[in-house]
């Protein structure tokens, strides 16, 4: 490692005594994530809700990136983005996809593997209304993920678009849209002393959830 970085080789956290047991545990992942994210809400942590999306390319290559969890239930993550995007393109040709929410300050991290579908008109509108108009406005001007030749281009689609619904509602843009996240696996990891964590993880069977503890 190059001296410059030495410091993080050496840096150690001995994480709190707060064990995640197979007795105290929910039957389902979603419950006991519901259960982490009103923890995690609760520390008062920045965006509890940030996760990181990873998707599969066409020719096997993942890539990653950060999205909003914007609700939750039985059926799964639901998150709104592009359809049009590396990440929409990614999930129409591929629907396995991974999320990862990392919460540090609590020394927890679960991880999903899931299978995406897309969410209804109906859902997306529904979602599309409460954005602020600005971001309503931002979905119309952004090809997301396309190039664009500069920062001031951007700016005048946002103004055209701005000027095209002055004075009406603004319409959900036709790639607009989201995703229901539906789990397969779910990892739960808590951090220990002496680096032995706590990992549960849950996967489906047919008639409901497996748990198993791994090794950390
Ligand atoms: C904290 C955070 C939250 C984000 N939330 C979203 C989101 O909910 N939806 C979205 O499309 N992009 C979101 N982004 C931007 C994405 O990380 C990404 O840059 C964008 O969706 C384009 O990704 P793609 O080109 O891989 O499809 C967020 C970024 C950050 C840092």
């Known amino acids: ?34 259960l982490w994210l009103a923890e995690a809400l609760d520390s008062g942590m920045h965006e509890p809700n940030a996760m990181v999306l990873s998707t599969v390319s066409t ?39 991974a ?4 919460w540090h300050p609590v020394e927890r991290q679960v991880r999903v593997e899931a299978i995406a579908s897309a969410l209804s008109a109906d859902e997306v509108a529904a979602y599309f209304r409460l954005r602020p108009r600005g971001a ?15 920062r001031e281009e951007l700016e005048r689609t ?10 009406r509602e603004v319409p959900v843009p036709p790639t607009w849209g989201g995703y229901r996240l539906r789990p397969e ?19 489906r069977v047919d008639d409901g959830w497996q748990v198993v503890r791994r090794q950390p």
């Open 1 to 34: 490692m190059p001296p410059e970085h030495d410091h993080l080789a050496r840096l150690r956290h001995e994480y709190a005594d707060r064990g995640l047991d197979e007795a105290e545990a929910a039957a389902d992942p979603l419950a006991q994530f519901g």
């Open 59 to 97: 020719t096997g290559q993942p890539s990653s990136r950060m999205v909003l969890l914007k609700g939750f239930d039985e059926r799964g993550f639901v998150f709104f983005t592009n359809h049009a995007s590396r990440k929409g393109v990614d999930l129409a040709a591929n629907p396995a996809c």
């Open 99 to 102: 999320l990862l929410f990392g």
């Open 136 to 150: 309503q406005i931002g979905a119309w001007a952004s090809r997301q993920s396309q190039p664009v030749s500069s």
């Open 158 to 167: 946002y103004a055209a678009y701005e000027e095209q619904f002055a004075g």
């Open 185 to 203: 696996v779910v990892e739960f990891w808590q951090g220990r002393a002496g680096r032995m964590h706590d990992r549960l993880e849950w996967t």
